[in-house]
């Protein structure tokens, strides 16, 4: 049981590059997210789903697009990279079902825009 | 929207001291309250929760309580060590599954 993995773990982009960010999970939870970490500052949600096929807005959604076309996978898209988006990105899911409601999260991704 | 505040830090302390880190929080209906922590280079890991109302959570010293009457969820430890030092995220999420997570306070304890 892997938990949540993300890849890759460093990347550096130059301005206007596009890249995918990988989110997988083995524990067959419903809900998966997406946050952005800057400096010193707190988790801030990007996109959620709640599940396949299912995405929504969190509170910084510009600049990135999500799909959920699995269960398991929730990739994360920047189209046009700019230097705003240079953060920690973390990949987090849950089952959401009563108590056991509790996010597991990955190791993160740290994605430098230069 | 719903909103999580934290007690700014930087917190600083001596080894046995005893621990608060304030968290309130703002939404509507009953969401699950959480305590995260975050060791340096690491991901966040989940420290403790409440679901409801009163609920007591409690994991390795650390307690909070849900109180819904001051919309707290405030973090306290007894006698913190220095293994202690790392950032803590107050966190709620909705019933409709919708995280909101706080800023984080920095821990550092002193031997």
């Known amino acids: 049981n892997a938990g949540v993995t993300q890849t890759p773990k460093f990347r550096i982009l130059k301005i206007g590059q596009s890249m995918t960010l990988q989110c997988t999970q083995d524990?067959?939870?419903?809900?998966m997210y997406w946050y952005r970490q800057d400096p010193g500052m707190g988790l801030k949600l990007i996109y959620y789903?709640?599940?396949?096929?299912?995405?929504d807005k969190g509170e910084v959604p510009n600049g990135y697009n999500v799909s959920r076309s699995t269960t398991e996978d929730f990739p994360l898209r920047l189209e046009l990279a700019a230097p705003s988006q240079t953060s920690v990105y973390f990949c987090?899911?849950?089952?959401?079902?009563?108590?056991?409601?509790?996010?597991?999260f990955g190791p993160g991704t740290r994605l430098t825009v230069l | 929207g719903n909103s999580v505040t934290q007690m700014e830090g930087p917190v600083t302390l001596s080894e046995e001291a005893f621990l608060t880190i304030n968290c309130t929080y703002t939404?509507?209906?009953?969401?699950?309250l959480f305590w995260y922590v975050q060791y340096p280079g690491e991901g966040l890991q989940l420290l403790l929760k409440?679901?409801?109302?009163?609920d007591k959570g409690s994991n390795k010293g650390f307690e909070a309580t849900y109180r819904k009457e001051t919309t707290s969820f405030h973090l306290e430890k007894g006698s913190v060590q220095v293994s202690d030092s790392a950032v803590y995220f107050c966190?709620?999420?909705?019933?409709?599954?919708?995280?909101?997570f706080g800023d984080g306070t920095t821990l550092t304890v002193k031997p």
């Open positions: 789903s709640v599940g396949a096929g299912i995405t």
């Open positions: 966190a709620l999420i909705t019933n409709a599954g919708k995280s909101t």
């Open positions: 524990m067959n939870h419903n809900y």
């Open positions: 987090a899911s849950s089952l959401l079902a009563g108590d056991l409601n509790e996010q597991f």
């Open positions: 939404a509507t209906g009953y969401p699950s």
């Open positions: 409440a679901t409801k109302a009163d």
